[in-house]
Structure formats: structure tokens, C-alpha cells
């Protein structure tokens, strides 16, 4: 049976090949990049995951830190994920899943949105943004957008604009 160590690894790189081959090039064009674009990974929550002896990427997840802009609470962007199509259906997307998420919790975080399909986020517990309370630049299905709390009731009260922190800051 296939095995895979995860570790932790700046994104860009080799990941892009795989990420090209995942979900093809036009990802590009995603909203979530814009969320991504000159922005810097969130620290220790970039990782990848490797098939034990031969060392082949096999999978990427990583976070990027977000404001919302109604209060200004901190949360995550989680993403990409994704499996090298030669590794899907082997339960690594959700070990990276859950390994990212819990990193994520251990540093303190608690709360993380993405943009995805809520059938297959829906079995880690991630939830439909009801519609309208929370925004990103767009242009994306609403539908799509999804968040887990890390901490209960860290979505409550939440609304406004998806923003990256280092616009935040500006
Ligand atoms: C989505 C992705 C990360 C899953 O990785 P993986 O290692 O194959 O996932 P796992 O082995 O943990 O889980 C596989 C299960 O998820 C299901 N699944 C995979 N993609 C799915 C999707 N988009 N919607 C619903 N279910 C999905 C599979 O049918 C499989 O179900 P089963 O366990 O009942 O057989 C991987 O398929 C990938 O990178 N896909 C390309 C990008 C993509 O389509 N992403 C969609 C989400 S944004």
C-alpha cells in the first residue's frame, strides 16, 4: 500500500507542477488567488506530502491569513489542496486536511474559510457561508464559499469582505 509522509515546505515550486496537473492551469483565474496574490503563507502552515521511498510529490495543502472587514477578525484561507491525480482516492487529501487543520488550530488560529465543493469539505465539517454575510473579491459561486470553526463560535458575528492581511494592514 501506498504511504506518504507529510512535512512542512514553503508553497511555489514543485508544488505549481502539481497543482497544474490537479486542477489544470486555469486555476489561475480562481478568486482565491486574488486572496493569495502578494500575500505571505501563514507561518508553519504550508505543507506537502511525499510517497515514502521514491520521494514523489504526491500532495500540497497550505493557509494564508485573512482580516474579515467588519471587525477585523483574524481567520485563514485554506488552499490549495490537492492530490497528484496518480495519488487520489488513497485518503490523502483528507490526512492533509485534517494535518493542516490541526496545525492550524495547535498555533491559535480559529477560524477558516475556502472556496470549494462543500460535498467533499462537508464530511471535515465545513460549512455554506450563509449568503451574503461574508464577501470575497469576486468572481465565485457563493455557494462554494465554505468555513470550520477552529474554536466554537468563532464565526459568530462574522461579516464583511474576505481581505488579505497585508491589505489589511495597508
Ligand atoms: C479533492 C482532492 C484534494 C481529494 O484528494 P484525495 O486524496 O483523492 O481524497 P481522499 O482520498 O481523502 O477522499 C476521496 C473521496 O473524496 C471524494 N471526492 C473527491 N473529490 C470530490 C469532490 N470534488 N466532491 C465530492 N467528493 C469528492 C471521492 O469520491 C472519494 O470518495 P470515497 O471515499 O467515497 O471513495 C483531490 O481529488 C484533488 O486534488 N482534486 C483536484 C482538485 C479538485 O477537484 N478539487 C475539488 C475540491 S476544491
Redesign the pocket.
Known amino acids: 500500500m501506498t504511504d506518504f509522509l507529510i512535512e512542512q515546505a514553503l508553497p511555489g515550486g514543485e508544488a505549481d507542477a502539481l497543482l497544474d496537473a490537479?486542477?489544470g492551469p486555469e486555476r489561475r483565474l480562481k478568486a482565491s488567488y486574488r486572496l493569495r496574490e502578494g500575500a505571505e503563507v501563514a507561518d508553519g502552515l504550508s505543507f506537502v506530502a511525499r510517497e515514502t521511498g521514491s520521494g514523489r510529490l504526491a500532495?500540497v495543502v497550505s493557509f494564508w491569513p485573512l482580516r474579515i472587514s467588519g471587525d477585523g477578525r483574524q481567520a485563514l484561507l485554506l488552499?490549495p489542496?490537492?492530490?497528484?491525480?496518480d495519488?487520489?482516492?488513497?485518503?490523502?487529501?483528507?490526512?492533509?486536511?485534517r494535518h493542516g487543520v490541526e496545525a492550524a488550530r495547535e498555533k491559535g488560529h480559529r477560524l477558516v474559510f475556502?472556496?470549494?465543493?462543500a460535498?467533499?469539505?462537508g464530511?471535515f465539517g465545513f460549512l455554506q457561508v450563509p449568503e451574503g454575510r461574508v464577501l470575497m473579491p469576486g468572481p465565485y459561486d457563493p455557494r462554494r464559499l465554505l468555513y470550520l470553526e477552529l474554536v466554537p463560535g468563532a464565526f459568530d458575528g462574522a461579516g464583511g469582505l474576505l481581505l488579505p492581511e497585508h491589505r489589511w494592514r495597508a
Open positions: 490537479a486542477f500532495g488552499g489542496l490537492a492530490v497528484h491525480p495519488f487520489q482516492r488513497n485518503g490523502l487529501g483528507g490526512r492533509l486536511l475556502l472556496v470549494g465543493d460535498p467533499y469539505y464530511r
